[in-house]
């Protein structure tokens, strides 16, 4: 079956602090792909990040990076030098290939405190 | 801008009414997914259909209906509404191609009153 678990429901850190955001996911398929999205006050939906299941190189945007283990079926997202700009709900979201759907999880919902 | 557009942004409608939620994709995606956001339940996976043919269906309630029309904008009807279904509707939309990430719309606030 498949499932994302993101079991942070909240985190607050301070400005400057770097924060990382786990994410474990489920999946019989050996094909898949995991996302992470960026929900901000606003509302919107933000398209963060991809990558496949055969691609386990670490990715680094800025202050952003990702770091995808398939050995512990983790895809955690760090933020570093975190800004108050990055306050928002995260959530990291799961494809399998024979399916095609995309299911996310619960989402964690960021504080960064002034 | 995601280039996924819906309307209306926000539906005030009474218990057992019916309401009608609309799509556009971006331009040249062929797949369209519709998502249900509530406080409790996070961001639910409803239904994906792509160039008109529903793909993948999630736990979409017998009351709610979708379809994807020629010119590939969709729509989300429910119906026999609940205070219950009061919630953000998401649309998203994304090319052919297996594991594309989807693009959201800016969501329509549905409050059942």
């Known amino acids: 079956a498949q499932k994302v678990t993101q079991a942070q429901t909240e985190i607050s850190v301070v400005e400057k602090e770097d924060v990382t955001l786990d994410c474990v996911y489920e999946?019989?398929?050996?094909?898949?792909?995991l996302f992470w999205y960026k929900q901000p006050p606003s509302g919107e939906l933000v398209f963060l990040i991809r990558?496949?299941?055969?691609?386990?190189q670490n990715e680094i945007s800025g202050r952003y990076s990702w770091n995808f283990q398939k050995s512990t079926s983790s895809f955690n997202f760090t933020i570093t030098a975190s800004q108050v700009v990055d306050s928002a709900v995260y959530f990291c979201a799961l494809s399998e290939a024979s399916l095609g759907k995309i299911i996310f999880g619960k989402g964690t919902r960021l504080h960064i405190l002034p | 801008d995601s280039g996924v557009t819906q309307t209306p942004k926000h539906l005030i409608t009474a218990t057992g009414q019916r309401v009608t939620l609309r799509c556009s994709p971006r331009s040249g995606d062929l797949s369209v997914y519709w998502y249900q956001q509530s406080l409790d339940q996070g961001l639910q996976f409803l239904i994906q259909?792509?160039?008109?043919?529903?793909?993948a269906k999630g736990n979409i309630l017998e009351r709610f209906s979708a379809q994807q029309f020629p010119d590939l904008h969709s729509e989300l009807n429910l119906s026999s509404l609940e205070l219950g279904d009061s919630a953000l509707y998401f649309c998203?939309?994304?090319?052919?191609?297996?594991?594309?990430?989807?693009?959201f719309g800016q969501g329509t606030r549905l409050t059942v009153v």
């Open positions: 990558r496949n299941s055969f691609d386990e």
């Open positions: 998203a939309s994304s090319v052919v191609r297996q594991g594309a990430e989807a693009f």
């Open positions: 259909y792509y160039n008109g043919e529903e793909r």
């Open positions: 999946t019989r398929d050996t094909t898949y792909y």
